[in-house]
């Protein structure tokens, strides 16, 4: 494909779902999940690497992000529903799934869920389940008060994003961006110095709030709770990689990953943090997925 194309399909309960392509239509496809606060418009991290691939990214807004409609009392379990549907719309009969930062827990989800239709799956940077106070060990000051908020204080959390910090996320999205990626380590920094990446990370944050904050309030809600499955019980294989100078998501988290999937490989990085892994990484990434497809 010469240029990405955003699309949306109707699902069967009336919900659009939206989703936006990459690299090249022929190729090995992959289902890019996106980050949080994300949107599709992420996915276009990829879009160089697999067209020299030959692969297809297909990357959709969660629900109530971006092109995609909210869902009511949606659960992590619903998602691989959702891939299907697209899929099936595609006519995509196997494939594999890429889960990149808040996007690694629907990747699990789809590993634990739809097994038989997965190529592969990875996971880049994870999140993992946040089940207590040790669990938020490691990340930086922002991303542990919004999650310990989400748990303890959702209605709270729910008034302070879809009113004054909501507004501000949207009349000023690259000052917001900019006290997201506070604290970053020199691998971070260095990779948001790069202006095209800078662009498509401000422009996929800019896109999750395009509809308001509530799709990615939910997000964050959904990503607090319990996931309704355990790591342990995903029986396909996750390939997952992770920089330890990760202050997003903690190294600790992905480490716990490794050692909880019962079949994953899994590659750390000394040097490398939350937004550089992705993005230094990507060859290899993706190059491993179609490879154990």
Not at 72 to 78: G, I, N, P, Q, Y
Not at 221 to 243: C, M, T
Not at 256 to 261: G, S, V, W
Request: hydrophobic share 40%.
């Amino acid at each position: 494909m010469s240029q990405a194309r955003d699309r949306q399909i109707t699902l069967e309960d009336g919900r659009r779902l939206g989703f936006t392509e990459y690299g090249t239509a022929s190729g090995s496809p992959v289902f890019y999940f996106h980050g949080l606060p994300g949107s599709r418009l992420e996915a276009k991290l990829t879009d160089q690497t697999a067209k020299e691939l030959n692969i297809r990214i297909i990357a959709p807004d969660r629900p109530g992000i971006g092109l995609s409609d909210a869902q009511e009392k949606r659960t992590l379990e619903d998602w691989p529903a959702d891939v299907l549907a697209l899929a099936d719309r595609l006519e995509v009969d196997r494939f594999a799934v890429l889960g990149v930062s808040g996007g690694g827990p629907y990747a699990a989800a789809c590993a634990w869920a739809i097994a038989e239709r997965l190529k592969a799956a990875g996971i880049v940077c994870g999140l993992g389940p946040v089940n207590g106070a040790n669990d938020y060990a490691g990340m930086n000051a922002l991303a542990r008060g919004n999650f310990y908020l989400a748990r303890h204080y959702p209605g709270l959390l729910q008034a302070t994003y879809q009113g004054p910090v909501g507004w501000l996320m949207r009349r000023f999205p690259g000052l917001c961006f900019n006290i997201l990626c506070f604290g970053a380590r020199e691998a971070d920094r260095e990779v948001l110095g790069q202006i095209e990446t800078r662009q498509i990370l401000l422009g996929s944050f800019s896109e999750a709030l395009s509809r308001g904050t509530r799709g990615t309030t939910a997000d964050l809600l959904l990503l607090s709770r319990p996931w309704g499955f355990s790591p342990e019980q995903i029986r396909f294989r996750i390939i997952l990689w992770h920089g330890e100078m990760d202050v997003t998501v903690p190294f600790a988290m992905g480490q716990r990953m490794a050692e909880q999937i019962p079949d994953c490989t899994a590659r750390f990085f000394p040097d490398e943090g939350h937004f550089s892994m992705p993005v230094k990484h990507m060859t290899e990434i993706l190059s491993c997925l179609i490879e154990k497809a």
